[in-house]
């Protein structure tokens, strides 16, 4: 679901020629069919912030605390420009302006030490190091504290919040976005605002949930099979009860059907809330904590789940009910995770597993996996690349089509439209036969990939060089995701 239900981007893209071609779906189930409405009204459960206080804006005479680190001259620049580097997801040019500030000596290219620390705190929430996030950030929280929000207390405190929740910490996570939708709420984007919608709503319901603990065996391989969506679900076991769950990577949160929670006899929720985030339509989500989950040989005790209705996960026209979905909270925990085309998973747990040291660097942002890839092993080739591995679609943006325009001299332009982007015309798009991405040190090819030639105004779409849905996975041999090393590694032949 990469992507998946982040944002509920309905990634679908139709040909205009006479006949639509669909070529993406809803972010989370990401299959080309759209699961059945809850029925819920999201006006009765307050899933629009109609309510939020403006920006407070200084009075005549008020004394205002900024709460910015921000210096002046070419401090300030620097700091403008790390942060613009930032949003625009260019981390392996933000790391390079860092670490030459940090050497520099004093002066007007150097940063402060706190203007610093916040940088690299920030980055290491982009590397999947939580703890080291969190020592970084957490001191500054005070000092970015201000009357009048600032963008830089939104980057620490949204990287903040991402810490707790990937590290396990569900009280301190539920009050991180609270705190994050009350004190910097008026400044998010629109993207931002969804993508924060589940942890803010669901949260609340886990907050006294343990932590989840985690005992690693050997490493150990796995057959998985495609289901009727056309995304991987692999054989898990609770309390001794085999079942099949969807694989998503980059899901935040793991999910259980309530048939399913109930034939296992997990307790439920009283408590309830209703998101739009996961399929697009309101769902009433319930959570739970399963003592004992099973994958392979790895072990996974108090587990949190949310426990979604069955209707609401169901795909009438390929009669699929979704089961349950193993997201981020254990796929990253599995150490190493590979994919192959023989369709078998393959996991290297704990210390004792084989770890990869090959191949592409990939970041958390958000909800989403970036990877830099390219055409060598020099950093400037490298470029930003969503990797979806839960998601159906591939596609190129205008940013790849800007440095390649030369390869579709002899194309055929088409008009396409992305379902998702609102009140924004067909836009042109061309078709490549065959793109090559170097991933590491590998050369991989991908087959006949759309490519928009303008930007969409949509940040989630135009911010990367493209997506790597499952259909450019599939061409692959094996794919490899490291959550140790942070590595993204591939086997094309």
């Known amino acids: ?119 690299h705190g920030v980055l290491a929430n982009r590397e999947n190091k939580p703890q080291e996030s969190i020592r970084l950030l957490e001191p500054l929280v005070e000092q970015l504290k201000s009357d009048v929000p600032t963008v830089e207390e939104k980057l620490l405190r949204k990287s903040l919040a991402e810490d707790y929740l990937r590290a396990g910490d569900w009280a301190k996570a539920a009050e991180a976005y609270e705190k994050l939708n009350s004190r910097v709420g008026n400044i998010l984007t629109p993207d931002e605002r969804a993508e924060i919608e589940l942890p803010l709503k669901l949260l609340p319901l886990v907050a006294s949930h343990p932590p989840m603990t985690v005992e690693p065996g050997e490493p150990f391989a796995l057959p998985y099979d495609r289901d009727a969506l056309g995304l991987t679900d692999v054989p898990v076991f609770i309390d001794a009860q085999s079942h099949d769950w969807m694989l998503d990577p980059t899901a935040p949160f793991n ?8 034939e296992i006899g997990l307790k439920i ?74 369709a078998r998973i393959e996991v290297q747990p704990g210390d004792k597993g084989e770890r990869l040291t090959r191949g592409a660097r990939f970041f958390l942002d958000g909800d989403r996996i970036l990877a830099a890839l390219g ?44 379902p998702g982007v609102q009140n924004k015309a067909p836009a042109p798009a061309y078709i490549a036969d065959s793109v090559t991405l170097t991933i590491g040190d590998t050369a991989a090819t991908f087959h006949y990939v759309q490519v928009l030639t303008q930007p969409l105004d949509a940040a989630a779409i135009d911010d990367t060089y493209g997506t790597l849905g499952m259909d450019a996975l599939d061409e692959l041999k094996s794919y490899t995701f490291d959550y140790r090393t942070m590595r993204f590694g591939v086997r094309s032949e």
Not at 38 to 53: E, F, I, L
Not at 307 to 325: I, N, T, W
């Open 269 to 342: 929720s009283d408590e309830a809330a209703t998101v739009d985030t996961i399929t697009g339509r309101p769902m009433l989500v319930h959570a739970t904590l399963i003592p004992r989950f099973t994958l392979g040989t790895v072990t996974f005790r108090n587990m949190t789940a949310f426990v979604f209705e069955d209707a609401d996960y169901y795909f009438p026209k390929s009669k699929y009910q979704v089961r349950g979905v193993l997201g981020y909270p254990a796929v990253s925990a599995l150490g190493s995770i590979t994919v192959t085309s023989d």
């Open 1 to 119: 679901m990469a992507g998946g239900w982040k944002r509920t981007k309905l990634r679908a893209i139709s040909c205009f020629a006479g006949a639509f071609l669909l070529i993406a779906t809803a972010e989370f189930a990401v299959g080309q069919e759209s699961a059945q409405p809850a029925g819920n009204d999201p006006a009765q459960n307050g899933q629009t912030q109609t309510d939020q206080k403006p920006i407070q804006q200084p009075g005549s005479g008020a004394q205002v605390q900024t709460g910015s680190l921000v210096g002046s001259g070419s401090v300030q620049y620097l700091m403008n420009r790390l942060g613009s580097l930032l949003a625009d997801h260019q981390l392996l040019e933000t790391e390079k302006l860092l670490q030459d500030s940090d050497d520099a000596a004093d002066g007007p290219a150097k940063l402060k030490p706190e203007q610093s620390q916040l940088f």
């Open 255 to 262: 999910l259980i059907s309530r048939s399913t929670a109930k």
């Open 375 to 418: 055409k060598g092993t020099n950093p400037e080739d490298e470029r930003m690349f969503v990797v979806d591995a839960g998601g159906q679609q591939t596609y190129l943006t205008s940013r790849y089509y800007a440095e390649h325009s030369a390869d579709f001299a002899d194309k055929k332009m088409q008009l396409l439209s992305v």
